[in-house]
């Protein structure tokens, strides 16, 4: 299968390009930079601290997704909405591990859904997408009463967005077993003087700082015992690993909007 990096140059950008290297059945065939970026040019497999691939760096995104299979995107919403829709136009799959999009921006995204087979999730991981299926048993087992949760996360010092993707996937698999909605049911945020927590909220807590690759934990607090069911990732690679793994699931699947947790069959 031929895959397409786009931010080639971000720190996922390039642990992309090392897990399509190291995986048989998948090829780099392009990688895709903004505007402007002083990578344009450079060879991806030089960049990506690997052999030359003779595959050099681009900003034109719609000739590389014509000669690809997929796309792997880990960049900006801004970004990805716009490439939904090439990677739609072009038939090609789009595997999307950014987050912070808005509703509009998911919007764009399940729109594309309808032309291109699109798997897109918080966290690529299988140790998070199996911790997600755990959180919805409890939150299903135990009652809203009696135990109130909360999803706390702490990542390196540059990520942008809060909470992060993999909070919010971990909030919704929460909900999901409470059977609310995460939307009407969420606290994301907590300053002065809040009053009493409000019995079924489910809170979240982002820290930031170092070079954390990303620690999520979700907190079953009852009276006199607490769960805590946690995920921490060591390296970046088992992200890549992931989207890779999504790529070669998706190839030639029917369009539409499929999670991870679709993928590992979870
Ligand atoms: N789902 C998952 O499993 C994971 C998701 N993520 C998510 O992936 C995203 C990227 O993370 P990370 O790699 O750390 O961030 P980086 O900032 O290191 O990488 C993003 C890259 O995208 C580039 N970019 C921005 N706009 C465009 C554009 N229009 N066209 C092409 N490239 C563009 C950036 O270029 P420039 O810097 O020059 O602007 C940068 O090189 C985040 O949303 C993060 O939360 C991260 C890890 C795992
Ligand atoms: O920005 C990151 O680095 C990460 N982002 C994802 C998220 O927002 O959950 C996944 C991972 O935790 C790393």
Known sequence: MGLVVVGAAGRMGRTLIRAVHETPGASLVGAVEREGSPFIGQDAGMLAGVEPLDVTISDDPLPVFARADGVLDFTVPSATTVFAGYAAQARIAHIIGTTGCSDADDAKIAAAARHATIVKSGNMSLGVNLLAALVEQAAKALDAGDFDIEVLEMHHRHKVDAPSGTALLLGEAAAGGRAVALSQNSVRVRDGHTGPREEG????????????????????????ERIVLSHHAEDRALFARGAVKAALWAHDRKPGLYSMRDVLGL
């Open 201 to 224: 909220t489910i809170g979240f807590a982002s820290l930031r700082g170092g070079s954390v690759v990303g620690d999520h934990s979700v907190i079953l607090a009852g009276t006199g």
